[in-house]
């Protein structure tokens, strides 16, 4: 059993997956993006492989902390996982995640990081990263 995070872009979709303790989180790639029918049956696929029994999805907002298209965006895809997937669906702010994960992997590598998949994979681990903590916190999203 485990729990997936989404890091939603126009072109990839970065998918990390954490045990259900949240002991340890991974990156486990990414996904381009075709169409949402596609998208669901590949990421459906993931979580079948891996068990997982909660989603967090990203959650764009801006930096002021309000709703523009790529979060109403990110709200509508995780409206239709969680019906095609039947699984719990939560959205989590995800700002400055692909900024931290290039920075990661930057320290890394010693270069800056050019494989966006990659990229999108490790700020998925940001988000999940960030969600397990604000749980184990009490604090709310």
Known sequence: ??????DLGKRR????????????????????RRSV???????????????????????PLNMDGTSGPAARAAQAFADRLRDYCGLPVDLFDERLTSFEAEERLRELSGKRARDKGTIDAVAASIILESWLSHRRSGRQH
Not at 13 to 32: K, R, S
Not at 37 to 59: K, Q, S, Y
Request: no cysteine; aromatic share 4%.
């Open 1 to 6: 059993m485990a729990i997936a995070a989404l």
């Open 13 to 32: 979709i970065g998918i990390a997956i954490a045990d259900n303790e949240g002991l340890a989180v991974h990156p486990i790639g990414a996904l381009e």
């Open 37 to 59: 029918v596609r998208d669901l049956e590949l990421i459906r696929a993931r979580f079948v492989e891996f068990e997982v029994t909660h989603v967090i999805v990203g959650l």
